[in-house]
Nanobody, 128 residues
Framework: QLQLVESGGGLVQPGGSLRLSCAFS????????ISWFRQAPGEEREGVSC????????DYADSVKGRFFISRDNAKNTVILQMNDLKSEDTGVYYC?????????????????????WGEGTQVTVSS
């Protein structure tokens, strides 16, 4: 049974860091891209970062480049999103999702339509 479970969210001050984890199961790891999305209240779901099945392709939204870093361990069925220098506008529910293919859909920001398998999300709040 396919499953994606996010963890690691919480409350952090501006400038702080968080490490999100997506544990997945029920499919062959390197056959599918995994992406992180976020959704703030009243906003559409926005793509943040994608890593392809074999990790050769990594994409970031312009708003997080240089601050967020995605990595993947297919042996452990885990994708990590390291978030540094967090800002108030990074607040939202963060979801991981499995792509339909091994590669990443571009642009990442508007790619939510291409994903059908989602975790339940983890809340990230950046506030002083």
């Amino acid at each position: 049974q396919l499953q994606l479970v996010e963890s690691g969210g919480g409350l952090v001050q501006p400038g702080g860091s968080l490490r999100l984890s997506c544990a997945f199961s029920g499919f062959t790891s390197d056959d599918y891209a995994i992406s992180w999305f976020r959704q703030a209240p009243g906003e559409e779901r926005e793509g943040v970062s994608c890593i392809s099945g074999s990790t050769e392709i990594i994409d970031y939204a312009d708003s997080v480049k240089g601050r967020f870093f995605i990595s993947r361990d297919n042996a452990k069925n885990t994708v990590i999103l390291q978030m540094n220098d967090l800002k108030s506008e990074d607040t939202g529910v963060y979801y991981c999702a499995r792509g339909k293919f091994r590669g990443c859909v571009r642009p990442i920001e508007q790619s939510a339509y291409s994903y059908t398998d989602w975790g339940e999300g983890t809340q990230v709040t950046v506030s002083s």
